[in-house]
Nanobody, 125 residues
């Protein structure tokens, strides 16, 4: 199982930017897909963004498209999430997830094998 550790969360104001990072315990070239999910209090965990091995193929939830950017650095075994124009609705615990092999539904939690412990992002209005 791949160990994942998120970092970069914090308290920011609406309109600010924040960059999250996820470090993997193994070489990321062996991880087919890496993704970010988030979960707000009282709500279910939801998909945010995902990137394939090369990082050239990416997927985004409609709610963050145009504001968030996911990127992978396989040399450093990390995946980042650049969040711009943050809104209060973005407040949640953000989780990093990984899948070794091919999967068909990148937005489904059940498809991912490994999860980090999460990092809190709070956006004040």
């Amino acid at each position: 199982q791949v160990q994942l550790v998120e970092s970069g969360g914090g308290l920011v104001q609406a309109g600010d930017s924040l960059r999250l990072s996820c470090a993997a315990s193994e070489r990321t070239f062996s991880i087919y897909l890496m993704a970010w999910f988030r979960q707000a209090p009282g709500k279910e965990r939801e998909f945010v963004a995902a990137a394939r091995w090369s990082g050239r193929t990416t997927f985004y939830a409609d709610s963050v498209k145009g504001r968030f950017t996911i990127s992978r650095d396989n040399a450093e075994n990390t995946v980042d999430l650049q969040m711009n124009s943050l809104k209060s609705e973005d407040t949640a615990v953000y989780y990093c997830a990984a899948r070794r092999n091919y999967l068909t539904d990148y937005a489904s939690m059940s498809e991912y094998e490994s999860w980090g412990q999460g990092t809190q992002v709070t956006v004040s209005s």
